[in-house]
C-alpha cells in the first residue's frame, strides 16, 4: 500500500524569506499523481499545486513550487517569497492511476507559520 | 467557481446520538468524498461514492454509513453516536478519473459529548 510522509509537523518562515516543506512517499508504481493542498485556519482546503509523475518538469504556480525527485520518492514544496496569507497546514497527497474513482493518500500535515 | 457546502460548521451531540452530515456540491460531480481530519493523523478516508446509490467503504468505515439518493448530496451518518468520533469531518467532490482535482467543503467541528 502506498503511504505519504510529511516529516515536519511544524514549520515557521520569515515573512518575504523561503521555506520548502518536505513530502516523502511509497510506492511500486511508476505513474501517480501528487498534490500539494493548502487549508488555513478555518477556512476550505484547495490545491496548490500537481504533479504527474511522467512529467520530468517541476510543476510551479506562481510563488510556489515543487521539487521531484522521482528515484528518491520525494516531493518537497517550495514557497518563494512567503506571505502573511500562507499561514497554514499544508497537506501532501498521491493518487494512483489505478484509482480510477480520484482516491487520495494523505501525509500527516506540516503547519506553517509566517512571522511579520 | 466550483461550491461544495456541508450542513453544519460545528455541531455538538451526546453519546449515542443519530447524527446526519450533509454534504451538497454544485458541480455535476460523479464523486463524493467524506473524510475525517485528525491532529497528527492528517486526512482519512470514511466512504466514498462514484454514482447515485453507489457507495465504497474507505478506510475507516467502522461506525458510518453514507445515503447518496441524489447525485449532488452525500450524507454522512453515524448511527450510534461515540466520543471516539469527535473530530473535524471534510466532504470533497470530483469529476472521475485521477487527473481530476478534489474540491473540499468548509468542514464540521463535531463534538460527541
Known amino acids: 500500500a502506498q503511504t505519504v510522509t510529511q516529516s515536519q509537523p511544524e514549520m515557521s518562515v520569515q515573512e518575504a524569506e523561503t521555506v520548502t516543506l518536505s513530502c516523502t512517499y511509497d510506492?511500486?508504481?511508476?505513474?501517480?499523481?501528487l498534490f500539494w493542498y493548502k487549508q488555513p485556519p478555518s477556512r476550505q482546503m484547495i490545491l496548490v499545486i500537481r504533479q504527474e509523475a511522467y512529467k520530468q518538469q517541476n510543476a510551479t504556480e506562481n510563488r510556489f513550487s515543487v521539487n521531484f525527485q522521482k528515484a528518491a520518492k520525494s516531493f518537497s514544496l517550495k514557497i518563494s517569497d512567503s506571505q502573511l496569507g500562507d499561514a497554514a497546514m499544508y497537506f501532501c497527497a498521491y493518487r494512483s492511476p489505478g484509482e480510477s474513482q480520484g482516491n487520495l493518500i494523505f501525509g500527516k500535515g506540516t503547519k506553517l507559520s509566517v512571522k511579520p | 467557481d466550483v461550491k461544495v457546502t456541508q450542513s453544519s460548521r460545528y455541531l455538538v451531540k451526546r453519546t449515542g446520538e443519530k447524527v446526519f452530515l450533509e454534504c451538497v456540491q454544485d458541480m455535476d460531480h460523479e464523486n463524493m468524498f467524506w473524510y475525517r481530519q485528525d491532529p497528527g493523523l492528517g486526512l482519512r478516508l470514511i466512504y466514498f461514492?462514484?454514482?447515485?446509490?453507489?457507495?465504497e467503504k474507505g478506510d475507516i468505515p467502522e461506525g458510518y454509513s453514507v445515503s447518496r439518493e441524489k447525485k449532488e448530496r452525500f450524507s454522512l451518518i453515524l448511527e450510534s453516536a461515540s466520543t471516539n468520533q469527535t473530530s473535524m469531518y471534510l466532504c470533497?467532490?470530483?469529476?472521475?478519473?485521477?487527473?481530476?482535482?478534489?474540491?473540499f467543503g468548509p468542514g464540521t467541528r463535531l463534538l460527541v459529548l
Open positions: 461514492s462514484y454514482d447515485v446509490k453507489m457507495k
Open positions: 510506492t511500486s508504481e511508476s505513474d501517480y499523481y
Open positions: 470533497a467532490s470530483s469529476f472521475p478519473g485521477h487527473r481530476e482535482t478534489q474540491y
